[in-house]
């Protein structure tokens, strides 16, 4: 039991994790290789806040407000590239963030981690258990596809399909792709921030080796499985490669296989990736619309 509920709480925060990449990239286009710095930014805000005796409230606006920051800080110079380029741009910034963390020993104990992070307490109530745990995760998950539903469904998230599809017919039209694209930039990074914190107050133990271009391709892997640009895509893209990659650990492999598991399991994310990419870039979830579009 214990098992399925762990399983559950990592699903729900990987499907936060997950919608907020696809904001950038399935509804705007953007191809935001670092999405994990701002999972990062919140964790450790979060994390550090908490160590330091603040209150769950307080660490968890501060994580998601310092990544929002750190999404408008990166966005400005960012988002005037196209293509490649942006993308370069944002896997250099999660680098930069990695080794800040991973140098700066004085805060954050460098390649320590931080050890002893409180569970979450909101108005007296405790969430030290695992099915407690799973309510707030769950009330989170929940709070995150009803805003970010909210948003695509509404003229804001068809503009930033109009850009995604063709910017400059969105600007012929009197639109400021560059702002559209900004506020979907910090939207999600504001709330890859949200899921950093729920990761850091779960787990109760971080380190810079948890903020890899390894969880960048987890999590875009579970956006193009599950299905670019549609809501539930990311839901089921989590549910289902969150189960295949947090199941194995559980397995009895003979000792000398755990040298090569992770190496093997990345080899396998990455080729998963590519093999999606070529033969069903619409995931298993196909964005409405697009089906029309493929049948004429």
Known sequence: MDLVLHLAIVVAIYSIFALSLNIEV????????????????????????S???????????????????????????????????????????????????????????????????PRPEIFSWHFDTL?????????????????????????????????????????????????????????????AGLAGVLWAHFITFISPGDFTLTETILVLLIVVLGGKGTLWGPVVGAAVLIFFQESVRFLRLPPEWSGILGPLQQMIFGLL???????RPEGLIREKGKETIDRD
């Open 51 to 117: 160590l330091q005796d603040a209150t769950f409230s307080l660490a968890l606006i501060a994580g998601i407000a310092c990544a929002g920051v750190g999404g408008l800080l990166i966005g400005l110079p960012a988002l005037k590239l196209q293509g490649d380029y942006f993308g370069i741009a944002t896997l250099g910034f999660a680098e930069i963030v990695r080794m800040l963390l991973q140098n700066q020993v004085a805060w954050t104990k460098g390649p320590m981690g931080l050890p002893g992070i």
């Open 131 to 191: 099915p407690a745990y799973l309510l707030l995760t769950l009330g989170a998950a929940v709070l995150t596809f009803l805003v970010i539903g909210f948003l695509t469904l509404s003229p804001f998230g068809r503009v930033l399909k109009a850009i995604r599809d063709d910017e400059t017919a969105a600007a012929v039209l009197g639109k400021n792709p560059f702002a559209y694209k900004m506020e979907a930039f910090v939207i999600g990074s504001a709330f």
């Open 26 to 49: 399935g509804y705007t286009g953007l191809f935001n290789f670092g999405h994990v710095a701002f999972f990062a930014i919140g964790a450790y805000v979060s994390a550090l806040l």
């Open 273 to 279: 990736l590519v093999i999606l990419m070529i033969f």
